[in-house]
């Protein structure tokens, strides 16, 4: 466990405030320091199964599990144990390594597409490596992303979306320049868009994971397929999220759709840094020291990440699997269950072991646009009421719900309990505030 000095104040507010004063919000990513539902976050000291436990020694039931990157519960102890023999045997070499190798092997069994694997740190520079990628094979410079689909800190990918049409150039976030998103053109979700012979690739998730959960409506990742053979683009399909999370084929398998290059991160580092690009031999093959295309790391195929990654794996079997679907679709129902004892408008639409959230009436969204009706007011109180119930959800109401192995039945039907309570606090919120 992560050994603490004994005179440190074991207070939430008092080590946030402490936070705020050296690292800019208190966080190392912005989404934690809960500006979406307000109040002051609490800090995690250790978490084990499906709980996360904070400094105040307070247990919450955690559904944020690392936004995925937790898939076996925190701390599993096959993963733990993979991660401590290999820091036994030295944390980083800058030489090739036998568990890089066999993680690589493993990723291309589960992902057919992937004839060839480059491990690094993160999802974000999985994407980033992938438009250099692109571009570099293709020899073009357009890219094609999808209003609301997130791919990371990637300045090219970074770029805002217009209102349900195709808009091009619009910088998402202050520090990326307008030149750096010239090139890409953010279009309607689950919507084919026509492309030209100046796209070098279309970014896609190919279940949406960041907008709530939205499903790809039946025949878009086939849509983007052809068209994308039509003009001679890539099709990148960032599954960062769905990647060892929908199944042990991830996306690709569950739509039987094959993707020219493919994005991972999260689970297959079983929770040590990591990320990952697969894809069409030739393509790959025009990364360095191959091809002109350059991409290095100093700790890319690190071993505790690939060492963990490999444990996680190896207990992602078809089985674990359906357990997870099972575990998805019994949230979703308890959940929804106690929103409609309070009356309150909501959907906890499922897509495989994916559970997203919905504050509205009617059916789920199927874009962005629609998404973003979702009631942020309830949610910001459903947030704070279920906190206080003990179970954590992610501070933000686009987040997916993750279940893992760690969530047996009796812990999500723990959270119905107190999800009943709190939608009944929510709706008496909201109520007030009209
Ligand atoms: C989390 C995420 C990323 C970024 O991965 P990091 O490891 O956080 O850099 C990219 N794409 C998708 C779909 C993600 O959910």
Request: with cysteine; glycine share 12%.
């Amino acid at each position: 466990m992560n050994p603490l000095p004994h005179d440190l104040p074991r207070s939430n507010a008092e080590l946030f405030a402490r936070s705020c004063a050296v690292i800019p919000g208190g966080v190392n990513s912005s989404i934690r320091a809960f500006k979406a539902v307000g109040g002051t976050p609490y800090l995690v000291e250790r978490a084990e199964g499906p709980y996360v436990f904070d400094v105040e020694g307070t247990r919450y039931i955690d559904l944020v599990q690392s936004y995925g990157a937790i898939i076996l519960g925190h701390a599993h102890p096959a993963v733990t144990a993979a991660i401590s023999a290999a820091a036994a045997g030295g944390t980083s070499y800058g030489a090739p390594t036998p568990g890089e190798l066999l993680l690589a092997e493993e990723i291309s069994r589960r992902v057919p597409s992937c004839e060839r694997v480059r491990l690094m740190n993160s999802g974000t520079e999985a994407t980033s490596t992938a438009v250099r990628l692109a571009r570099g094979f293709t020899g073009r410079d357009r890219l094609v992303i999808f209003h609301g689909n997130f791919h990371g800190a990637t300045d090219a990918l970074l770029a805002a979306g217009g209102s349900g049409v195709a808009t091009l150039g619009l910088p998402g976030t202050a520090g990326v320049p307008a030149s750096a998103v010239a090139n890409t053109l953010v279009v309607p979700y689950n919507q084919v868009p026509v492309l030209d012979e100046q796209v070098a690739a279309v970014f896609v998730e190919p279940v949406a994971a960041n907008m709530g959960v939205v499903a790809p409506a039946p025949g878009f990742l086939e849509g983007l397929r052809a068209e994308c053979d039509r003009v001679g683009a890539l099709l990148v399909f960032d599954e960062v999220i769905t990647g060892f999370r929908l199944g042990t084929g991830g996306a690709q398998e569950r739509y039987g759709v094959r993707a020219d290059l493919t994005t991972f991160g999260k689970v297959i580092g079983g929770g040590l840094p990591i990320g990952a690009v697969g894809g069409r031999r030739d393509i790959m093959e025009t990364l360095s020291p191959l091809g002109p295309v350059f991409h290095a790391g100093t700790l890319a195929g690190n071993p505790l990440a690939t060492a963990a990654g490999r444990a996680a794996l190896e207990q992602l079997t078809p089985a674990a699997y359906d357990l997870l679907r099972a575990r998805a679709q019994r949230l979703s129902a308890v959940l929804t269950a106690a929103f409609a004892a309070a009356w309150l408008p909501a959907s906890f639409p499922v897509v495989g072991t994916l559970v997203g959230m919905f504050f509205g009436d009617g059916a789920p969204p199927v874009d962005f646009q629609q998404a973003k009706t979702t009631d942020e007011a309830v949610y910001r109180a459903f947030f704070h009421a279920m906190l206080a119930e003990g179970v954590a959800l992610a501070p933000g109401a686009y987040e997916a719900l993750f279940v893992g192995l760690g969530h047996t039945d009796e812990v999500i039907d723990a959270i119905g309990v107190a999800a009943g309570r709190a939608a009944l606090a929510a709706a008496a919120a909201v109520h007030a505030a009209d």
